[in-house]
């Protein structure tokens, strides 16, 4: 759902920019169809040929940003630093520009609400190869004893489910996205920790 790296085909990537900008600014129930093709530059009938509705819409936005979000995510993993300072570099690469808007959005609830979208197999099959990617720096970590399991009683695996059932956790009593960015550097120091190394600093 970022704005960044759009789709390849430029009339997708200004209705995927347009529609962006409309439901951060008026929230999924007040966006028209009008609304997103007025900021992409098209007609409303033209817009129908490509999208059946602005659900149709809302729902490719989160399979970009969670597709963005993954090739970031492997990125980010590919030249790590103390463990802390990755896990947040991680989950600034999941977030993306998305969560920023979301938050800062007067109709944020209703935005976070709508889980639909995430329910959908390719957001899923995303999701699930993120958490491969971390769950596997975890296990190269340890072999090459920069990371540490010691005490957890948990595979690699099992961890990575705990962080990032921490990361998207912390949303629902975040009261803006600086309070978010606050919540997620401390799950970054307290699992950088936990896993061997120094957090962040504060």
Do not use: C
Request: no cysteine.
């Amino acid at each position: 759902m970022a704005e960044d790296e759009p789709p390849e085909d430029p009339k997708d990537a200004a209705i995927l920019r347009s529609a962006f900008v409309a439901f951060a600014r008026y929230g999924l129930r007040r966006t028209s169809m009008a609304d997103i093709a007025k900021g992409a530059g098209m007609s409303r009938p033209a817009l129908y040929l490509r999208y059946a509705g602005k659900d149709d819409i809302f729902t490719a936005l989160v399979r970009h940003h969670f597709t963005r979000a993954e090739r970031t995510v492997a990125r980010v993993l590919a030249n790590p630093g103390e463990p802390a300072a990755t896990l947040l570099a991680v989950f600034h690469a999941i977030d993306g520009d998305a969560v920023e808007a979301m938050l800062n959005s007067p109709h944020a609830d209703e935005i976070l609400s709508a889980d639909t979208p995430f329910s959908q197999t390719e957001v899923q099959q995303a999701y699930g190869r993120i958490a491969g990617h971390i769950a596997r720096w975890i296990a190269e970590g340890v072999a090459a004893g920069r990371l540490n399991l010691d005490g957890l009683d948990a595979s690699p695996e099992q961890v990575v489910s705990t962080i990032l059932a921490a990361k998207f956790g912390i949303k629902s009593f975040s009261k803006d996205f600086a309070a978010y960015r606050a919540a997620e550097a401390r799950v970054a120091r307290i699992f950088g920790k936990a896993l061997g190394g120094e957090g962040p600093g504060s």
